[in-house]
């Protein structure tokens, strides 16, 4: 459980961070930028975030996020799954009007592009002021408030404007059958079918199904590695894996 520990030690700092951060990773900051012409911190972070996806899968949800380990925190208080379906597909809603509205923005902008990647910031810190604060805990409370009442991650699954970005790098990978990282089963080792892994998991996956399939191939899995180090059979193990070693089963995304 040793990684397990790091990983959540990066969580909590990434959470005591965030009023430094929170305006790279902010949609908002992205539409005013665009429409005064401006490429800000917050575009060019959720660009790297789509190119490093395509071989590092949606890890930074797993290990670095500072909304996904303050809902992580209180797993403590609602340990409830949420349900897989059609809303799982909100955040995509979500999404693409977002990103149409940035198109629109910069289509109609006022001035020539420009970068400024400290956009908005006080050298750097996103929240400075006192009125910042009102936007801070206004995000803090729309992360937190639907784990409380309707268990982990809810945020993640239904609303997350992050998620659509490394979702895209996923498919962008499978698509040209490029090598990236990948939760593994290890064929050699028999899975006893205990469960561990489906109640450890931060993002509700049925990890014991995919393991019986020999796959371990959902969108919604953030490699955070939870299911590999609870595993009392060491079945699953973290891996560089191709297309060609194993995704189908597309209905399971």
């Not at 979702?167 to 990236?180: A, C, E, Q, S, Y």
Request: with cysteine.
């Amino acid at each position: 459980m040793k990684r397990q520990n790091i990983r959540k030690l990066i969580l909590i700092i990434s959470m005591l961070l965030f009023p430094v951060t929170i305006w790279y990773l902010s949609p908002y900051l992205i539409i005013q930028g665009a429409m005064e012409g401006i490429v800000c911190g917050s575009f060019i972070v959720f660009v790297c975030l789509l190119l490093g996806s395509i071989f590092l899968g949606r890890m930074f949800c797993g290990w670095l996020c500072p909304m996904g380990g303050m809902q992580e925190c209180l797993f403590l208080v609602n340990e409830k799954v949420p349900k897989q379906g059609w809303k799982n597909n909100i955040k995509y809603v979500i999404w693409i009007i977002w990103i149409t509205v940035i198109v629109i923005c910069f289509i109609f902008r006022k001035e020539r592009i420009t970068i400024d990647f400290l956009y908005m910031t006080d050298h750097g810190i996103s929240v400075t002021a006192i009125y910042n604060y009102v936007i801070y805990y206004g995000v803090i409370v729309l992360v937190l408030i639907p784990a409380v009442l309707f268990g982990k991650r809810l945020f993640c699954h239904y609303f997350c404007w992050i998620a659509p970005f490394m979702v895209i790098g996923t498919r962008i990978r499978r698509f040209l059958h490029l090598p990236g990282l990948h939760i593994t089963v290890k064929k050699e080792n028999d899975c006893v079918s205990c469960g561990t892994c489906n109640k450890i998991c931060p993002m509700g996956i049925h990890v014991s199904d995919m393991i019986h399939e020999g796959q371990v191939n959902r969108l919604e899995c953030i490699q955070c590695g939870a299911c590999i180090d609870s595993c009392p059979k060491n079945v699953l193990s973290y891996g560089m894996t191709g297309r060609k070693e194993g995704y189908g089963n597309r209905k399971k995304d």
